[in-house]
Each structure stands twice: as structure tokens, then as C-alpha cells.
């Protein structure tokens, strides 16, 4: 008894691969290049309507929102590109139903824009790194220049702020008596002056080594006081309550200084965090274009 011949529905026929790489890197390539370009003309844009002079060019706030829907932009046209080019070159597929022949498009536009969206990060780690530590790194420019008490670090040394109320400390008043020391009759001025630096560090550890919540001890006052009195000829009293009034106006300064720069740092996290949130956003508007564009350029290249 002779066997009916198979029809071609009784079996699989091999058929081309479903994904044609060559058209998803093809238009992978696209999208980069274009989001390359677009980005350095952003960058341009940027830096010709900003200005360091106050007054001059755009706000901070008009400066994220152009940044923001520019980072949009380039997204929806890059990956329109992309998305397009993928679907439009790739291979013809045959004896394949509509709806897969529409799935397998908008994988391919998926694709190229997972791609090119790797390609860009690995070109751009510098940028989107500058997107995620900006708030680190405005805070820490903050509170570089801020003396290291402000930012709740020990500083031994007289420099920043804290220096320049401890300097203030040995101004000797027009009129005061000027010091008598037996050690620049014996050793010279180089001696008092060792002194005098001696004095200004062990002064400044003193200064540093308080919160900045607490007054100064009466003991470190009255010590203090006799360095002071002694350098710029005050009496024990005056060169006393000259301590007490620089000591709370550096606690003041300090505190005033601390509180900017949290809130440039507060400034900073939440730019960062709504940065982080809106470039997420235009990824996936980027994703769902390419997706899109793929299905339309696979429909030009079947018709």
C-alpha cells in the first residue's frame, strides 16, 4: 500500500534566522551617532546660555528643564532612527504569520535600541557618572570651601575662616603698649616670632577642639587671654572678652557656613534625583520609539 506524500504543513521548514543582527547593529549605530551629535550640540547650547556673571543668562532652573527635554528629544529621535533602520533592513521573512512578522519587528527595534543605548553609556561613562555623583561631588565643592570644623572635621591648623578670627585675636590696637619680652633682648625677634606662631597653633587647636554649640571654657578664656595680652599688650580683661567675642562670632560664622552648604548639598540630591528619574523616563520613551519605528520600516521593507 503506497503512503500518501507529506504536505509541507506536516513538517517544519527551515526558514531564515529570526534575527537579523546585521540590520539591529546596523541600526544600533545610527541611534548612537545621532544621539552623539545631538548631545554635543546640547552641550553647545548649554554653554552658550549659561554665564558666571550674575544676572547673565539662564536660571538654574530654565538650564535643567532645557536639559531635560533635550536629553527627551535626542532619545525620541535617535531611537526613532535606530528603530526604523532595524525594521527596514532587515531580511524578508517568509511563510511567517503577520502577528510574528510584527513581534519580530518590534524585537529588532528593541534591540537596536538596547544596543546603542550600551554603546552610548560605554562612549559616555564620564557623563551619565556626572549625572549620578553630581549631588556628591556639588557637595563636597561646597564644603571644600568651607574650613574642615564646618563640615565636622578636626583641623589643627589656622586656615579658612577659623583663621582669620584667631589671626584677629593678636591685632594689636592703635595705642596699646607694645610687648616687652626678655627673649628679643637675649635671643632676637626670630625667637618671639617662633613664639608668637607657637602660640597661633596652640591657640587654633584650642579654638577647634570646642563644638560649636559650646562656649569656651572659663580656664581655656583665661589662658587664652594671658597669650593675647601678652602678644598685643591688652589687659588680662579686655584681651578676656576679646577671646569671648571672636570665639562666638567664629562659632556664628561657622554654623552659617555649614547650614549653606548643607542646603547646596540638599540642592544637589535632589537635582541629582530628579535627573536620575527623567533620564529613566526617556529611555523607555526611547525604548517604546524604536520599538515602534521598527514595526513601520518592516512594513516598508514587506511592501
Known amino acids: 500500500m503506497a503512503l500518501?506524500?507529506?504536505?509541507?504543513?506536516?513538517?517544519?521548514v527551515p526558514t531564515l534566522s529570526a534575527v537579523s543582527w546585521g540590520s539591529i547593529i546596523a541600526g544600533a549605530a545610527a541611534a548612537a551617532s545621532l544621539s552623539l551629535i545631538l548631545l554635543i550640540l546640547g552641550v553647545g547650547f548649554g554653554?552658550?546660555?549659561?554665564?558666571?556673571?550674575?544676572?547673565?543668562?539662564?536660571?538654574?532652573?530654565?538650564?535643567?528643564?532645557?536639559?531635560?527635554?533635550?536629553?527627551?528629544i535626542t532619545q525620541l529621535l535617535a531611537s526613532a532612527m535606530g528603530?526604523?533602520?532595524?525594521?527596514?533592513l532587515r531580511t524578508r521573512w517568509t511563510g511567517v504569520h503577520r502577528d510574528e512578522v510584527y513581534f519580530r519587528d518590534t524585537a529588532h527595534g528593541f534591540l537596536s535600541w538596547a544596543v546603542s543605548s550600551l554603546a552610548t553609556a560605554a562612549l559616555l561613562t564620564s557623563v551619565i557618572g556626572s549625572i549620578l555623583s553630581s549631588?556628591?561631588?556639588?557637595?563636597?565643592?561646597?564644603?571644600?570651601?568651607?574650613?574642615?570644623?564646618?563640615?565636622?572635621?578636626?583641623?589643627?591648623?589656622?586656615?579658612?575662616?577659623?583663621?582669620?578670627?584667631i589671626d584677629a585675636l593678636f591685632r594689636r590696637d592703635?595705642?596699646?603698649?607694645?610687648?616687652?619680652?626678655?627673649?628679643?633682648?637675649?635671643?632676637?625677634?626670630?625667637?618671639?616670632?617662633?613664639?608668637?606662631s607657637r602660640d597661633i597653633a596652640e591657640v587654633g587647636r584650642i579654638f577647634t577642639n570646642m563644638s560649636r554649640s559650646e562656649m569656651l571654657p572659663a580656664e581655656d578664656v583665661r589662658y587664652v587671654g594671658q597669650i593675647v595680652a601678652q602678644r598685643t599688650g591688652l589687659a588680662q580683661a579686655e584681651a578676656e572678652k576679646r577671646v569671648v567675642d571672636l570665639y562666638a562670632k567664629a562659632q556664628a560664622k561657622l554654623n552659617d557656613a555649614e547650614m549653606a552648604s548643607r542646603e547646596a548639598t540638599d540642592k544637589a540630591r535632589k537635582a541629582s534625583a530628579y535627573s536620575a528619574l527623567w533620564l529613566f523616563v526617556s529611555l523607555l520613551i526611547g525604548a517604546f520609539v524604536a520599538s515602534l519605528a521598527a514595526?513601520?520600516?518592516?512594513?516598508?521593507?514587506?511592501?
Open 4 to 12: 500518501a506524500p507529506l504536505s509541507t504543513n506536516d513538517y517544519s
Open 47 to 72: 554653554l552658550s546660555s549659561v554665564s558666571p556673571w550674575t544676572r547673565d543668562g539662564v536660571s538654574a532652573s530654565a538650564f535643567g528643564m532645557s536639559t531635560i527635554v533635550w536629553l527627551t
Open 83 to 88: 528603530g526604523y533602520l532595524a525594521g527596514r
Open 135 to 165: 549631588g556628591v561631588q556639588a557637595g563636597a565643592s561646597v564644603v571644600g570651601g568651607v574650613p574642615a570644623v564646618a563640615a565636622g572635621l578636626p583641623q589643627a591648623s589656622t586656615s579658612g575662616a577659623m583663621g582669620y578670627f
Open 174 to 196: 592703635a595705642g596699646a603698649t607694645a610687648p616687652t619680652s626678655a627673649t628679643m633682648t637675649a635671643n632676637g625677634s626670630d625667637a618671639l616670632d617662633r613664639a608668637t
Open 295 to 303: 514595526t513601520f520600516g518592516g512594513k516598508r521593507r514587506d511592501a
